[in-house]
């Protein structure tokens, strides 16, 4: 695997293969796990070339603690990456990638004023930015992400259309241990004990699941989330929201099959976890 720690290097090694090999691009901001690795797999499958990205984007961080405390674990990252098949990984520094901080704002619309954009103002220009960026300079085929990040995919796939990026994107989904707590590299910074409060979020979404399904109404429904979570202390509910899976507005009924999402955010010690359930 090679790795390229500057936009000029990478693009000098890709110029080439470009007119002859699809690439895969698989963004992260590392602390990588089997959700991250499931992304590099399926990109393996279907492209010649795979290209991963490691950056803490900072532009994307509405908090200073919650970016200072990411988990970096840069030499176990780069393991992961060459046993999951990655061909090229892309390490920028900050400066790299912002010799000046951008000028550029980006707002997407009513798909940021709800859950994740209007409790991270600003989260999905970061996002934005940072994944127009890569696409400039990597300029792939294809671009895998993952649905734990339900609305960041709609906001990429937006991003796409309205920017005429020729790249299709895949969405990939959620992987999960074996208690069902969605991976995510946040999961590192829970106490022993909050890891097994964890399982909260993903027991919390089979429950709304099996309302919604039963005949409950959204209201009914998002209220017992709430009602849940109110009994664990531990936990502070950020949302629960019960959306169209595309436009991640909110829906007063179940939708048509993998149509309707169901979405919540919640902070337990020090770590905020997300995860959601579509069907
Ligand atoms: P991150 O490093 O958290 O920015 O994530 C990089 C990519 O991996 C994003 O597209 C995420 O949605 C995806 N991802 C993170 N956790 C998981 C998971 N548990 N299952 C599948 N994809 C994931």
Redesign the pocket.
């Known amino acids: 695997m090679l790795q390229f720690d500057t936009i000029a290097g990478l693009r000098q090694q890709l110029r080439s293969i470009r007119s002859t090999q699809s690439i895969g691009l698989?963004?992260?901001?590392?602390?990588?796990?089997?959700?991250?690795a499931?992304?590099l797999e399926t990109a393996r499958q279907e492209n010649e070339v795979v290209v991963s990205s490691?950056f803490v984007?900072p532009v994307q961080f509405n908090n200073a603690d919650d970016l200072a405390r990411y988990p970096r674990t840069l030499e176990a990252d780069y393991n992961l990456l060459d046993a999951a098949g990655c061909d090229l990984v892309f390490v920028p520094s900050v400066s790299e990638m912002y010799a000046d901080s951008p000028l550029l704002q980006l707002n997407f619309g009513a798909l940021e004023t709800t859950m994740e954009g209007a409790f991270r103002p600003g989260h999905f220009n970061g996002v934005g930015i940072v994944v127009a960026k890569l696409f400039n300079i990597i300029q792939p085929d294809r671009a895998?992400?993952?649905?734990?990040?339900l609305q960041?995919?709609a906001v990429i796939r937006r991003l796409t259309k309205d920017l005429s990026f020729p790249v299709e994107l895949i969405r990939?989904?959620?992987?999960?241990e074996a208690d069902g707590l969605?991976?995510?590299?946040?999961n590192r910074n829970l106490t022993a004990t909050e890891r097994t409060q964890a399982t909260l979020l993903f027991r919390a979404l089979t429950q709304a699941h099996k309302m919604l399904t039963g005949g409950h109404t959204t209201a009914q429904t998002k209220n017992a989330i709430k009602a849940l979570f109110e009994s664990y202390p531990a936990f502070t509910l950020e949302y629960v929201e019960i959306a169209n899976a595309d436009t991640l507005q909110p829906a007063d009924e179940i939708l048509a099959p993998g149509q309707t999402a169901i979405c919540l955010a919640a902070h337990l010690g020090k770590v905020r976890l997300i995860d959601n359930l579509v069907f």
């Open positions: 698989v963004p992260t901001m590392g602390a990588l796990h089997e959700g991250h499931t992304l490691v984007n895998y992400f993952g649905q734990k990040d960041q995919v990939c989904p959620t992987v999960r969605a991976m995510s590299s946040r």
